[in-house]
């Protein structure tokens, strides 16, 4: 089973901004009504830049049972991210999660 699924911290800890050419109602898969406009070129999944972010579309516990709820649709910075990786092992940091077992 993937580490994501017990964790989630990266969905609750950083922006999340992608072109809008991936959102549905420009062509896209990105669901328009989880993310909002930053300027005329680049939205933001919506809740990334709250004081404490957490993506509208993250459904569960972090640390606990997580899943994305619009997996198959998720914009390019999520496929991005990968497990183990820097951004990642920061920000279950920021979350009290212990680093993955390598
Ligand atoms: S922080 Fe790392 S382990 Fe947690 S969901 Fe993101 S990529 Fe997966
Ligand atoms: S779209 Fe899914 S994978 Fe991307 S930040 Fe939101 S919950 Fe996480």
Do not use: K
């Not at 999340?16 to 959102?23: A, G, K, N, P, T």
């Amino acid at each position: 089973m993937s580490p994501c699924q017990q964790c989630g911290a990266c969905c609750a800890s950083y922006r999340v901004d992608f072109s809008i050419h991936e959102l549905d109602e420009h062509g896209g898969r990105v669901p328009s009504g989880l993310a909002v406009d930053v300027n005329d070129a680049i939205c933001r999944m919506r809740g990334t830049d709250h004081a404490r972010p957490r993506c509208a579309a993250l459904v569960g516990t972090i640390g606990q049972q997580v899943s994305c709820g619009i997996y198959e649709w998720r914009p390019n910075p999520c496929h991005e991210l990968e497990a183990g990786s820097d951004a990642c092992e920061r920000a279950r940091a920021r979350h009290g999660l212990p680093p993955l077992p390598h």
